[in-house]
DNA sequence: TCTATCTTGTGAATGAATTCACAAGCCGCG
DNA sequence: CGCGGCTTGTGAATTCATTCACAAGATAGA
């Protein structure tokens, strides 16, 4: 579904006004029924004859992916990887907003990173009561995520985006998306290894 | 399948010595038939009434994902993901060794990061010839990812890991595995916008 | 040795996802 | 207005994946 929404984006980017299942499928390497199947899901976006208006199906894949809104995300864990997150700037310009940093090493607490104070993880449940937080992204490391986790969603946030090595767990009613580092190299790994 | 090898050395950690398929299951939260049927694609480890001996499971699944040699790493791109990757214990750790770093800006090149010289992308063909290397990880911005991967599969390498938020081309004999953080994020988002 | 109890490995049955194939609709042109 | 050329949307057919269910070992204890 991202994918679409990517491909939607380059298309409109070279000036095309309508695009047809079949550009779209060659685009991401599927076949032209898959795409229609994924999009008929969601609803009727195209006409027959013509193929999909490039700009009416963007628009449409925004709403349904939820890119509409802006989301207010936080950052715990300041080290590499979460300071390497903090200006990133692909977040923002989906509309994520990174709104504040927290971690529990004192040396760091008080200090600015890229404008933004760190704050120690204990204020969390607080400053969120005073300003909602959307999604809380995990970059600590593997030993101390389950521990981070458990205050994150005690503080009353229910989306999570983790960046540590392990699987988490978190009750039914918060999403969890990880992405794991370590796997995808083992993929790699894998892949590199069984081609003939 | 890496999950599997995660499983397994935790279960290492705890002192067992043999587990089935059962528990192995329960760890993942899927069904006992499924693991059994994802490891006997590989072979047939276990032993009937008795389970599997965690030693040999962990070294089989070592083999299997090829991760019982060390792997020559570079890094492309030594902004703050670059940056940030180049000290990460965790590629270390599991045999993925970083031993060079490139990038294009004259500013960086010739600069000392953890240890390991910056040097200018047209040089990598040359020292991939005097020390060839595994595995590429892409860590430049979309703008210049596919212009860089072609540099890269132009030096021989043949295995890339991409951080670029966007889809990249190869040839059919180089394994690409694209880790696309902005695509993540959005099914986050969508997760997020469509739970009741 | 024989029996009771486990747990694997794997064909068979079920369920899910993809592909096929085509009627229904839209457009442009004569 | 009617016809021909396109492309969607969607049931039907097919392929792929998961689950079921059980024979074939393996062990332990009597």
Known sequence: MSLYLRFLEEFEGAGLTTVSSDELAARGGTTSAQVRKDLSFFGSFGKRGLGYQVSELTQNMRRILGLERDWRVIIVGVGKIGAALAQYEGFQQRGFHVIGLYDSDPAKIGREIYHLPVRAIESLAE?????????????VPASAAQRVVDQVVASGISGIMSFAPIQLHVPSDVTLNTVNMAMELERLSYALSNRE
């Open 127 to 139: 400053d969120n009561r005073a300003r909602p937080v959307d999604i809380a992204v995990i970059a």
